[in-house]
């Protein structure tokens, strides 16, 4: 098996969200699995630049900057591709998503690749067959409120792309009690751990 855990929080230290993506990968990995890792705020590119829609420009015409763009890009859809279980911590920010992790889902979402357009119209997700754990934190923000923009966007990109088993973990509203927040998410994690054995 292959995990994918991606990380966004803007901290490095003292992240609750990086710390209990890693406590969940810790009790669902095996010794056998692969384990590949992407912190997004070590490297990102936004999508800028783009002469026509979708992300497509001949090369002749791309600058350094769409080249890293690109090259980036592909390599964010090879980790997708590649991976069985995706796990994605995100601190919610201003009731929406990190930046960065909106840049990767700009990335990610590639024609012919991570999802396709169908004779009808409508578009296919082509990431079949995997698994993805969302792990999620707050200040104050109770997850799935009308304020969280971040939960059913994230599921929603994750559907689009083709990954319809979504579970998540959930700290919200640390700010209010904070020893409750991680005591429920370490519960959350205790029991897929259990469910994944």
Not at 73 to 79: A, F, G, M, N
Request: aromatic share 8%.
């Amino acid at each position: 098996m292959k995990i994918y855990q991606i990380d966004s929080s803007a901290r490095k230290e003292g992240s609750t969200s990086r710390a209990l993506a890693k406590k969940l990968l810790d009790k669902i990995k095996s010794p056998e699995d692969e384990i590949i890792y992407r912190d997004l705020n070590e490297e990102m590119v936004f999508v800028s630049g783009l002469t026509e829609s979708g992300m497509n420009i001949e090369k002749k015409d791309q600058t350094d900057h769409h080249k890293k763009m690109f090259e980036l890009s592909d390599q964010l859809v090879k980790e997708l591709k590649e991976s069985d279980i995706i796990i994605i911590s995100a601190p919610i920010y201003n009731y929406g998503p990190p930046a960065t992790l909106k840049a990767w889902s700009d990335l990610a979402a590639r024609v012919g690749e991570t999802f396709k357009f169908k004779s009808n119209g409508r578009r296919e997700g082509l990431l079949k067959n995997k698994r993805a754990y969302l792990v999620i934190t707050s200040g104050g923000t109770k997850l799935n409120s009308k304020e969280d923009f971040l939960t059913p966007w994230l599921k929603f990109i994750l559907n689009f792309f083709g990954i319809e088993k979504i579970d998540i973990i959930n700290a919200d509203q640390m700010a209010l009690d904070y020893e409750k927040s991680i005591k429920d998410a370490e519960e959350q994690i205790e029991k897929i751990a259990k469910e994944s054995a």
